[in-house]
C-alpha cells in the first residue's frame, strides 16, 4: 500500500470544486481512496462564519461562565452559541463541550475550528460529510472511494488521529463475522472500520499545523472479499458511555 498527498493543492475557498483540483494534479486509478480533509470540504463549501453571527443565548453565557469557573479561563460565549447551534445534544458543558453533530459524530466544539480560516474567526464542519463525498467521488472520472476525514481525540488516550465523517464509494467497515481465525473458530464480533482506519493512515502524511497537506491518495490497498456495513456512528440504544455521560456532573 501507498499514501501520497496531492501537491500543490491551492487555498482552498467557496465554490471551489475539489474532484477538479485533485484530477488536475493526479492520474487517478479506480481502486484509490481519495482521503479529503473536512477543513477543505467546509471552506469550498462555504462552511465559515464570524462569531458575531451567533449572539450568545442565556444557556450560552452559562455554559461560557461554567467553563470559565471549571477552566480559569476567560471563554466568549457567542463560541458556546455556536456550539449549541451546530450540536444536535450537549453530553458535557464542563470542563469542555462534548457534542453530537447532526450527522452523528460526537466530538469537541461540535467540531468547530478557529484555526486556518482565513479572513472569518471559525471553520464549521461540513453540514452533511456524506453528501460531499458522494459530490466528491462522482465528479472524479475514475470514480474512486472518498473519504472525507476529521481529527479528533479518543477517551482514555492521549493525542489526535484521523477518523472518516463521510465516505462514498465503498462501505464504512469490513464485516468479518460469521468468517474464521487461524484456528478455525467462527468470528462473532468482528467490525473492522476501515474508513477510520484510512482516514489515519491519511492523517500520518497530511500532517498539522502550517505544513500540512489536506488531501491524501491511498493506492493498492483493497476492501477485499468480505461483506460490507455502512454502520458507524452508534445508535443511542447501544452507546452506553453516552447514556452514563447523560447522568455524569462535572465537579467543580
Known sequence: MEAFAVPDVPEIEAGDDLADIVEERVDLRPDDVVVVA??????????????????????????ASRLESATGDEKDPRFAQAVVEEGTELLMDAPFLLT???????????????????????????????????????????????VVADTCGRPFRHGQRGVAIGWAGMPASRDWRGET?????????????????????????????????PIVVIRDWSFGDHEGSDELFREVEGDFVRQALREWHYDE
Open 38 to 63: 473536512s477543513t477543505v470540504v467546509s471552506k469550498a463549501e462555504g462552511r465559515t462564519a464570524d462569531l458575531s453571527e451567533f449572539p450568545a443565548g442565556p444557556r450560552a453565557r452559562e455554559i
Open 181 to 213: 481465525d487461524r484456528e478455525g473458530h467462527e468470528l462473532e464480533v468482528t467490525v473492522q472500520s476501515v474508513v477510520d482506519e484510512l482516514a489515519a493512515t491519511a492523517n500520518l502524511i497530511a500532517g498539522e499545523g502550517d505544513g500540512g497537506t
Open 100 to 146: 453530537e453533530t447532526r450527522f452523528g459524530h460526537v466530538t469537541v466544539n461540535a467540531g468547530i475550528d478557529r484555526s486556518n480560516v482565513p479572513g472569518k474567526e471559525l471553520l464549521l464542519l461540513p453540514r452533511r460529510p456524506g453528501d460531499s463525498a458522494e459530490r466528491i467521488h462522482a465528479g472524479l472520472a475514475a470514480a474512486p472511494p472518498v
